[in-house]
Structure formats: structure tokens, C-alpha cells
């Protein structure tokens, strides 16, 4: 069956059974991937999944259901499962279909030539990356996890009042990550890339900085507990903003899940050279999407501007309870699940300062480059963290060794307003929809627990 037979036919039962609005979502996605292993394969996949959501009005309530088959054999059971959980809703606000926006912002996020490259290319890149990391150095023990693959996805949305959207996108990605060994001491560093053309791919690149970033953390020991200033790498910053990125979504804020509010909008809540941005559509960003979960047009958005609120971030519920107009924001998990609110591109706009230039004021601060423990060691209501990290002591504006075995620790609000500069080395990490990047960030006094 087509997704336009079956749409077709699930519109038609809907309104034959009792439904007086109907949506229905569609997801389909396919990849590639093989990871190699001492010169060896030890994983080839090749996957495809597909699936249909459906959500209704029946009995004045919002209902869902979903299946992973699309022909006309599920409909009937698919709309039975949504009229029966519409019915124990009580959420005062019901969930509402979007009939549309009169434009959508233009998005090119599918590259055709990906197509183009073989899985014997993509196998030969894989082990040529494994090999020449090992070759390296002789400390190299390892290349774990030296894996190529790409991936596509595309999704459709319509419903009853005339709303019929549709998205396809593509990317492609490598990862390695290189484990070392030097008088019975391991390390190990994570990299990767990712992107819409393999020809801005090179391997040697990627496996020499995971190498090199392996390496330096050699030697490493703990420092004196104190009060340091602190810079978050680009990949930390983005992790730290990723766990917090919760206190920005109105439903949280609403639940009482959040210190934020739409009291707060026009309050200095940060440093007042921080810009924290909430795009739709991004260049630097392979997770750019036109519409939200309802079809809502994505927005470009300033969620603080110089140091000030703007904005929460809003589904359409969220924004009827505070009597706003929606960001864009809605998502969904799962094709079965219900609205909630999620990141488009979520970023802080960077500096034109180096990362060399940062650190070159710090007198004795410490970089993160590794954090653990970052869901478990989390209170994203009050903002308070405490996470265990890796990284090097910075002396005299100059990296001085590699740490570890360090807590750090403080809270996400206060981050914000101490923030001291932000870099220039924006990097995006994409997941589909939506990305999170963050430049490398200088956050004055946190505490660092070590000896």
C-alpha cells in the first residue's frame, strides 16, 4: 500500500468512526554501516524501518496509536487503540491539530551522490582509517570502534484540515575512537565526523586527532580541590547545554520542572555577551528541519539575547497555557506518542576568540575534555551538577598536563551568568532532527574536587 492509499483509507475509517479531526505521521528511514577490527569486519548492517502514528479527536479528547505496518489490515485495531486512550485523558488542555502555516522556511538537507558511494568504499576507508592510526605511534594499542556508515530518513504528516507536509534527509558519519598504552597506564579519545558529502571526509585527519587527543592524556593525575575557572571544550559545552536544555521548554517550566517562566522573559538571566539561539534552520547543522511535530513552521529564534530571556520554547499546548503563539518547538519520541517539546538547532552564537586566545588569560584553570555521570549526577530542576571529569591544568595561560580522577561541580544557572567568553570553534553534533552545538565556553569559579 502507498502512504497516499493508506492515508486515503485511514481518513475514510477515521470519520466512520465517530473521529472529527485526524493526523496521521509517517517515518521511514534507511542505513549503512561497518565497523572494522584488526584489519577485519566485525559489523556490517544494512537496515530499513518504516512505520505510521495516528492521532484523533474522539470524545473531545486527543487519542493515539501506531503501527510499524502500513496496509489496510492495522487500521481498524490502530484507530480502536486511539479512541480507547483518548478516553482516559484528562489534561484540561487538549491536544489540538494544526491546519498549516502559509510558508515554510526552505531546507536542503538531502544530497543525492551520498547514494553514489559504494559499501566497498566505505569498507576500504574504515580499514585504511584503523591502520593508519595504529601507525601513528607505537603506544597505539588499538582503533576501537573505527566505523563508516550513512543514513537516510524521510517522514510525511497530513491531517483533516488540509495540512500535507513531507522531509527528507541524508548524512554520513565515521567514528574512532583510538586507545593508547604507555607503562600500564591506558587512555583512550573518541572522534568523529559527520556530514552530507564524503568528499570533505578524510580519514587520516580524523584518526590523527583522536590519536593525538589519546595521547596527551597520558600521565595524568588529579589536582588540589579548589575553585578554578573552568573551560568546557566545544563537546562538553554542547553536553553540558544538552542536560540542561530541558529548563528552557515551556511544559517544564509550566509543571514546575524549571526556575525559568514566562515571568522571567525580559530578565538578564546570563552574562551579557551570551546569545543562546533556537534555529529551525541552520547551515552549520545537518539536523535543519522546515516544520515541528504538529507542522508548525520552525522559527529562528533568540532564546537569551545579550544576557536576557526571549523566549521558552513551545508545542501548541505549552503556548495556550501562556497565551503565546508556539516557537516550532513540538516533537515526538515515538510515531505513538504524545506531544512534547524538544531543541531545533540550539546554539550559542560563538565569539571570534580562539580557543589558544581563551586560555591565554587563565593564570591556573583546568580544561574539561571528558565528562561522566552527567544524567545520574544531575538536578535539571534547581540546575545543580556534580560530574566526575578528565581534562588538562592550564598554567600561566598555557596548557601545564592532562587530569583526572576530578569532580566538578556547580549549578547550570550560575553558568550562565559566569560564563567569562565563548569561543570561536562552534561545532554542531546532529541527530536527525534538530542539532546541539556549542563553542568552548570559560565559566569563572566552579568547583573542582581532586586531591
Not at 489490515?73 to 484528562?90: C, F, H, R, W
Not at 589536582?223 to 530541558?246: Q, R, W
Not at 538578564?268 to 539536523?287: F, M
Request: proline share 2%; glycine share 10%.
Amino acid at each position: 500500500m502507498t502512504f497516499a492509499e493508506f492515508k486515503k483509507e485511514l481518513f475514510a475509517q477515521a470519520q466512520a468512526k465517530g473521529f472529527t479531526d485526524y493526523e496521521i505521521l509517517f517515518r521511514g528511514s534507511e542505513g549503512f554501516s561497518v565497523r572494522v577490527l584488526n584489519g577485519q569486519i566485525t559489523e556490517y548492517k544494512s537496515t530499513a524501518s518504516q512505520g505510521v502514528g495516528f492521532r484523533g479527536t474522539h470524545g473531545g479528547k486527543m487519542g493515539y496509536a501506531a503501527s510499524e505496518k502500513m496496509d489496510a489490515s492495522v487500521i481498524g485495531p490502530m484507530l480502536d487503540n486511539a479512541a480507547a486512550n483518548a478516553g482516559i485523558i484528562e489534561d484540561e488542555i487538549v491536544d489540538k491539530l494544526y491546519p498549516g502555516d502559509s510558508s515554510y522556511p526552505e531546507v536542503k538537507a538531502y544530497n543525492p551522490a551520498l547514494n553514489n558511494v559504494t559499501a566497498a568504499d566505505k569498507i576500504k576507508w574504515a580499514t585504511e582509517m584503523e591502520a593508519y592510526a595504529k601507525s601513528l605511534d607505537p603506544r597505539v594499542k588499538m582503533a576501537d570502534f573505527c566505523t563508516i556508515g550513512n543514513s537516510e530518513s524521510e517522514m510525511a504528516m497530513a491531517n483533516s484540515y488540509g495540512l500535507d507536509l513531507s522531509h527528507k534527509s541524508n548524512m554520513a558519519s565515521a567514528v574512532i575512537i583510538a586507545r593508547v598504552e604507555e607503562d600500564g597506564n591506558t587512555k583512550s579519545a573518541y572522534e568523529y565526523w559527520n556530514g552530507r558529502d564524503f568528499s570533505e571526509f578524510d580519514y587520516k585527519v580524523l584518526a590523527k586527532k583522536a590519536v593525538d587527543t589519546a595521547l596527551s592524556y597520558l600521565g595524568a593525575t588529579s589536582i588540589e580541590t579548589g575553585a578554578y575557572p573552568i573551560v568546557f571544550d566545544n563537546n562538553n559545552a554542547k553536553d553540558l547545554f544538552s542536560v540542561f536544555s530541558s529548563i528552557f521548554m515551556a511544559e517544564n517550566a509550566q509543571k514546575g520542572f524549571s526556575l525559568l517562566s514566562k515571568d522571567k522573559v525580559g530578565e538578564a538571566i546570563a552574562a551579557p555577551h551570551i546569545t543562546l539561539r533556537d534555529d529551525g534552520v541552520c547551515d552549520l547543522s545537518l539536523g535543519s528541519m522546515a516544520f515541528d511535530a504538529e507542522g508548525v513552521a520552525t522559527q529562528q529564534k533568540a532564546v537569551i539575547e545579550n544576557g536576557v530571556l526571549k523566549t521558552l520554547l513551545y508545542n501548541l499546548k505549552s503556548a495556550e497555557k501562556d497565551g503565546v503563539k508556539s516557537t516550532g518547538n513540538a516533537s515526538k519520541a515515538g510515531l505513538g506518542g504524545a506531544i512534547a517539546t524538544s531543541c531545533t538547532n540550539f546554539y550559542l552564537v560563538p565569539s571570534e576568540t580562539s580557543f589558544e586566545d581563551m586560555i591565554s588569560g587563565v593564570t591556573k584553570g583546568v580544561i574539561i575534555t571528558d565528562m561522566a555521570g552527567l544524567h545520574s549526577g544531575v538536578n535539571p530542576v534547581s540546575g545543580d551538577f556534580s560530574v566526575s571529569a578528565d581534562g588538562f591544568l592550564v598554567e600561566d595561560g598555557k596548557i601545564s598536563k592532562p587530569v583526572e580522577q576530578i569532580t566538578v561541580a556547580g549549578n547550570f544557572y550560575e553558568v550562565l551568568k559566569n560564563i567569562q567568553a565563548v569561543g570561536s570553534d562552534l561545532r554542531f553534533h546532529s541527530s536527525g532532527q534538530g542539532g546541539m552545538g556549542m563553542p568552548s565556553i570559560l565559566v569563572d569559579g566552579l568547583r573542582v574536587s581532586g586531591l
